[in-house]
């Protein structure tokens, strides 16, 4: 398996601009993790999906925030608009229910640059 | 809510010496992970921790979990300068239900040779 895809890996933008990230999880792995990392703040789980239905967004920062997965092969995150205080990189990760291990895989993240 | 805390931040140590990371948590927690990433890359997966006195080793490295205490334990045996990274410890809140992780603030470990 080709393991977590994140895309794009860098992105920069001006502020104001919509940002757009988005992840392909691990096939058969129906749950679906974003969180952010700077270090300031460190790791923070934003948003987690199970099925393709979002379980728990308490993470998310503010409004300017949303995800969505409209299948189980692919979730986006969006900030709109976006502010320089959004730069960090954006980690999604996968996980498969069932398993007693629990075991969360990571993306290789992507760099979030606003100017 | 489940709070994780680590310590120490920051570990600067020579090659060939032993020492700990601990782990720290607040509440009730399912399970302990311990993850490790290297600069400007991904966390990857080193520890699954599942139950009270739970001791899993890979190499030079070995982590343990102490349900009653709330600590988890990350040993480094004869550090080698491959070990320099960040590592974080991640709790599973009991009453989430689900694989909601929580963090640590993360441990960079520096290995000088």
């Known amino acids: 398996d080709a393991g977590v895809i994140q895309s794009p890996r860098h992105e920069v933008t001006e502020m104001g601009q919509e940002v757009t990230l988005r992840c392909k999880p691990i096939?058969?792995?129906?749950?679906l993790f974003w969180y952010r990392q700077t270090m300031m703040r460190g790791l923070e789980l934003l948003i987690y999906f199970n099925n393709n239905v979002p379980i728990d967004d308490s993470g998310m920062p503010e409004d300017r925030f949303s995800a969505k997965m409209p299948n189980a092969s692919f979730s986006t995150l969006k900030i709109q608009p976006s502010e320089p205080r959004d730069s960090a990189v954006y980690f999604c990760?996968?996980?498969?229910?069932?398993?007693?291990?629990?075991?969360?895989?990571f993306g290789p993240g992507t760099r979030l640059t606003v100017t | 809510e489940l709070k994780v805390e680590q310590n120490p931040l920051f570990l600067s140590m020579q090659e060939g010496k032993n020492y700990t990371i601990y782990c720290n948590y607040s509440?009730?927690?399912?399970?302990l992970y311990w993850y490790r990433q290297d600069p400007g890359k991904s966390l990857e997966s080193l520890f699954v921790?599942?139950?009270?006195?739970a001791v899993k080793q890979e190499g030079r490295l070995m982590a343990s979990l102490d349900t009653k205490a709330r600590l988890s334990t990350l040993h480094i045996t004869a550090a080698v300068h491959d070990l320099s990274a960040t590592y974080f410890c991640?709790?599973?809140?009991?009453?989430?239900?689900?694989?909601?992780?929580?963090f640590g603030t993360g441990t960079r470990l520096k290995v000088l040779a």
């Open positions: 991640a709790g599973e809140p009991t009453t989430s239900g689900t694989y909601k992780y929580i």
């Open positions: 096939s058969g792995h129906d749950y």
């Open positions: 509440t009730t927690s399912d399970r």
């Open positions: 990760a996968s996980s498969v229910a069932g398993v007693i291990l629990g075991e969360q895989y």
């Open positions: 921790l599942l139950s009270n006195g």
